[in-house]
């Protein structure tokens, strides 16, 4: 669960650049909900997402996880609840090493709980049968394949899976497609789909893509200057047409 009350954030608060990014914001997010993000540019999206995961701190307000306050918490220590995805496929891997070597270093950094880390063949064949959920073949590439001869897509798809295999009950999508082709984009936007299912994961993404606001997710919100404009629930949103989506730009 995840909840703001009248949270605020202002940037340059009191000078002539003052942006009033979030304003009395409220929001409620149960577990295991699936909530789609979208909104013109400079509408608070990020913002929203940093504040949920303490990489920016609020001015006023409250934001609950799970139960506690950590409104105060910096990110380092909200990472036991959220992991988080960007946009750039590169961040947060490691090129020159190899598959399992980046899940090795994934799984010592978030001192993960669901693999037993090490040189063992256990380690390995944890790592092998997740990789195999993604259905591309990279399983049998473990050792020989640096990271960083992948293609965009397959490090995405692969950087999903490192942030979901660690306990973590949120995760966080900040335009994770955006430097992706189409058929990359989509192979990752159908990854994060079927691990959000299969962890049992509340999810947030910020979108720009329409067609991928409509299909995923079982909340679809629209911001705009740092409020929530739209609200549609799973049964809403199941009415919405994509093409009242696309009005809402035009
Ligand atoms: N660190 C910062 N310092 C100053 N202003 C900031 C900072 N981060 C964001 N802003 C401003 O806050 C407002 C909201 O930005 P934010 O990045 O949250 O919007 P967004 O909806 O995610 O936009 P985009 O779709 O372009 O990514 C913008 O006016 C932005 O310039």
């Known amino acids: 669960m995840i909840e703001l009350q009248q949270v605020n954030k ?14 009395d914001l409220n929001l409620h997010i149960a577990d295991q909900q699936y909530v789609v993000i979208v909104g013109a540019n400079g509408s608070g999206k990020s913002t929203l997402l940093n504040l949920i995961a303490g990489s920016v701190l609020s001015n006023s307000g409250h934001i609950v996880i ?26 947060g891997t490691a090129p020159d090493l190899s598959i399992l070597d980046n899940f090795r270093l994934a799984a010592l950094r978030t001192h993960t709980k669901r693999l037993r880390i090490g040189t063992s063949e256990g380690f ?5 049968e997740k990789i195999s959920l993604l259905g591309m073949g990279l399983e049998n590439k473990l050792e020989q ?3 960083g001869t992948l293609s965009g897509g ?13 306990d973590c009950k949120i995760l966080l999508l900040d335009e994770p497609t955006a430097a992706l082709d189409p058929r990359s984009a989509e192979l990752v936007m159908h990854t994060a789909d079927e691990l959000i299912k299969s962890f049992n994961l509340t999810a947030i993404l910020i979108t720009h893509q329409l067609k991928d606001a409509y299909r995923y997710g079982n909340r679809l919100i629209q911001m705009e200057e740092g409020k929530i404009i739209r609200d549609y629930n799973k049964e809403n949103k ?6 009242d989506l696309f009005d809402w730009f035009s």
Request: glycine share 2%; proline share 4%; charged share 20%.
């Open 10 to 23: 202002t940037f340059n608060k009191g000078k002539a650049n003052q942006v009033n990014a979030i304003v």
């Open 66 to 91: 799970d139960g506690v306050s950590v409104t105060k918490l910096p990110d380092y220590q909200r990472s036991r609840w959220i992991a988080r995805v960007f946009q750039n496929p590169l961040s």
């Open 124 to 128: 390995k064949k944890q790592v092998q």
């Open 145 to 147: 394949q640096p990271m």
């Open 154 to 166: 397959q490090r995405q798809a692969l950087t999903l899976l490192m942030s979901v295999m660690d």
């Open 238 to 243: 199941l009415i919405l047409t994509q093409s």
